[in-house]
């Protein structure tokens, strides 16, 4: 299987003649051509369809292209079914969808301005086994605070702080501190191994929660709970809390207050809770010089993920509109475990579509460009369970035909909408985008070096072949290392020395598509061979075009917000653009943005 795009036109072999597809005409519960597929582009009156003039001659075959036929081949696609489609009908339902989606942009900007409300809760386990470990935190605290304060000065963050011992302390066992009392807190008591857990994550219900915030819990500890059901450790409880506080209970308050929960273990094998992997997250906090670093990751995760539940909420994406009832999950299990015996599992049939690289930059922008397609049938064995899950999409390990490891994406969610085959396409046509501009970007700029160079892996999408509902996933080679985020597709980005080179990039495809698009919201790894990247989003004019993630000039005005010029930008000559509200679209987020960007935005 291909692992990046590359300069040189690719041969695939038992392939179906290429076709061409406009992705954003697609329907996307039916997954075919909408009525509305010929866009702006006008069809000349004398090539409208005719139905007294297809068919078939009195001997049984065609003896002529059909009218509908012939206008596939000027313009690509044509209406299916409305044979009096006119040029006026098809401006008003384009008109409508503008309007439609520029609602819903509207709605995903009163989401992230929510979603930047950050609450964020401090549990510590001050017994004496963490002596040296809360010196370190106190210390993490004070310096991530003003760290958060600099790197993310649009966010409005509060703190608190709670601590918890043991019963062998009689008074004071668990309380709640405002931030700046932190300096106070000092280690005791702990005389079994387990400590009074349960105590301490049952006073999350008293802290004073802000409506609608994102609202995080950073948990550090090095002993489990009370309760042999949960470890094998020496415990004077070993029926679990004295005070009758079920984990369960506790959980179920976590998941009504939309808490974002990680626990960082200092000693993982006596701290895990293995059966609680939807709700809390994990991570190892033994080194505390990396602490930082991840609480950072995790206020970032938490508000993409408040911004997509909120988002989904305002746009009514959370209820199923085939049985107006809440979206619900896949069931799953995350198994991390990469040594799969795929000898024991069979090889399923599968559709592979793959898009043809853009020859131009400006043009694949167009609304009436079509993407070239490939088809082709292959193999694929998956693992049964998933390896890993983000906000939306759930990644399983399979090999392909040839016993290369691959990683399959698929939603997380049951339904029409996440699961078409528009929705897939989508990202296919993202990712293929925006490895154009990679493509362009280390050639204008000789990016030949290991350290510099841009790629994204190849995206293709597969259909199973033989399922009684059409299932689809992504598909790209499995790609070794620690995945990072470099930014999102709603302002942040990773803002330090190694990923200043992508922070150009990004900067740098608004310049090359002539302010038409930036590139955003990309994930991945830095090789020995440079940065291997994927999953991009596409902020475009054409609010029509790249799926969802799409916020159009306001999301490009959002990306300006927080983009600082580095080395590189000024070397290329990059400076930031202003933005006036002469644009229908731009007005959307004019209101919202920040005294701190003025000065890069103009008002006419």
Known sequence: MD??????????????????????????????????SLGTRKVPTSLKTDSSK???????????????????????????????????????????????????????????RASECVDLLFIVDCT?????????????????????KLKHSFLDIEFGFIRYTDFDVKSNRCSTFQFSFVSEIRAQGGGDGPEDVFGGMDLINSMKWRPNSTRV??????????????????????????????LDHLLTHIISLNINYYFGHINLEATELKNYQKIINSFDSKETSKMNERIFISIEESISVSKLVLTEQYLGHDIDRSTGKPRSEREFKIDTNMDIDFGTLPYIQMLQTKFKMPSDIVTCLSSSYEMKLNEITISIKIAPNPFSQGACRLAYLGIDEHGKKVVLKQSKFIGGRENSKKRYFESMECQTIAAKFALEFNKQLSLTSSEHQITFTVAKVLQMKHSEKPMYFGIETFINGEYQKYNSNCGWLKDDAMSEILQTFFHWTYQESK???IVVDIQGVKTSKGYLLTDPAIHSTDILRFGGCNLGKPGIIKFFQSHKCNQHCKKIGLTIPSFTSSSSTSSILLSSIPSSITSSVSYS
């Open 217 to 246: 819990v950073i948990h550090i500890a090095d002993a489990p709970c009370h309760g042999t059901e949960y470890h094998s450790w020496p415990d004077s409880y070993p029926g679990g809390d004295p005070n009758g506080i079920k």
């Open 128 to 148: 004496g086994s963490m002596g040296s470990y809360i010196e370190q935190i106190k210390s993490d605290i004070v310096k991530l605070q003003e760290a958060l």
């Open 54 to 112: 297809s068919g078939s001659s009195s001997g049984g075959s065609k003896s002529y292209i059909s009218d509908e036929s012939a206008l596939r081949m000027v313009y690509g696609s044509t209406p299916r079914d409305d044979k009096t489609v006119t040029k006026d009908s098809i401006t008003l339902a384009k008109e409508k969808k503008i309007e439609k989606r520029n609602e819903e942009i509207k709605l995903t900007f009163k989401a992230i």
């Open 515 to 517: 302010n038409k698009a």
């Open 3 to 36: 692992s990046k795009y590359v300069l040189s036109t690719e041969k695939e072999s038992k392939t179906k003649p290429s076709e061409r597809i406009n992705v954003s005409d697609m329907d996307s519960i039916t997954n075919s051509l909408s009525k509305t």
